[in-house]
């Protein structure tokens, strides 16, 4: 049930139940899942986590720092 490592599909499987989570939640809340309304705190905070803005990726790429 849980594994000690996680691979980056894991990763994008997370993210992708995040979203579609979210994309859910703000249509219940606005009635229209494409609508014009403002993202309550929460859902800021999800799409900031899952990285879902346009912002370069972190950590970029062909970077150099220390792995675990």
């Known amino acids: 049930m849980f594994r000690r490592r996680e691979t980056s599909k ?6 992708g139940r995040l979203l ?3 994309e859910a939640a703000y249509a ?3 009635g229209d ?3 014009d309304a403002d993202l309550d705190d929460f ?10 803005e346009c912002h370069p ?6 970077h150099d720092y220390p792995r675990r």
């Open 43 to 52: 859902e800021n905070v999800i799409v900031s986590a899952t990285g879902a």
């Open 28 to 30: 219940h809340r606005t």
């Open 57 to 62: 990726p972190y950590p970029p790429p062909g």
């Open 20 to 22: 579609n989570g979210l």
């Open 33 to 35: 899942p494409c609508g």
């Open 10 to 15: 894991d990763d994008r499987a997370r993210t």
